[in-house]
């Protein structure tokens, strides 16, 4: 048995599949209305222009939602690992200038250090729930 599959080679290949964005993202009005200006159909088009392809539209439309994607993604990464790199400096310095002789000082610092480590731990905790979300969607 022979089997045969013809397609048109001016048509973008767009994939089978899904592709998952974070829920971060997801949750982010600014990002949705990002989307959905991009998502507007240009007015220029009228629907028998040769130029007019919707199959390219959605390819280009995928493809600017992961650049825009991947870019908001970066800067709350980044405002993540420089909120965690502010706060273990800022419990390093406590720990290393309280008066090793002073118990009561002593303790008020480690208390402060302490709440400062949970702190940190909350926000790493949140980091790893939102990659094990999108990790799920991508299975």
């Known amino acids: 048995m022979?089997?045969?599959?013809?397609y048109d080679l001016?048509?973008?290949?767009i994939g089978r599949g899904r592709w998952a964005?974070?829920?971060?993202?997801?949750?982010?009005?600014?990002?949705?209305?990002?989307?959905?200006?991009?998502?507007?159909p240009p007015l220029s088009t009228h629907p028998h222009d040769p130029d007019h392809n919707p199959q390219k539209h959605l390819?280009?439309?995928i493809y600017e939602i992961q650049i825009l994607a991947k870019k908001l993604k970066k800067s709350k990464a980044g405002k993540m690992n420089s909120s965690i790199r502010?706060?273990?400096n800022c419990r390093t310095k406590i720990i290393q200038?309280?008066?090793?002789?002073?118990e009561?000082?002593?303790?008020?610092?480690?208390?402060i250090a302490s709440s400062i480590t949970e702190k940190i731990q909350e926000i790493q905790r949140i980091h790893f729930d939102r990659n094990k979300t999108v990790a799920k969607a991508n299975w």
């Not at 001016?10 to 290949?13: A, C, G, L, T």
């Not at 829920?23 to 989307?35: A, H, M």
């Not at 200038?97 to 002073?102: A, K, R």
């Not at 009561?104 to 208390?111: F, G, Q």
Request: net charge negative; hydrophobic share 40%.
């Open 10 to 13: 001016s048509v973008p290949s």
């Open 59 to 61: 390819q280009n439309l």
């Open 86 to 88: 502010n706060l273990t």
């Open 2 to 6: 022979a089997s045969v599959c013809l």
């Open 104 to 111: 009561e000082k002593l303790t008020c610092a480690l208390e």
């Open 21 to 40: 964005l974070p829920r971060c993202l997801l949750n982010d009005e600014k990002f949705l209305q990002e989307i959905e200006k991009l998502a507007l």
């Open 97 to 102: 200038e309280v008066d090793q002789n002073n």
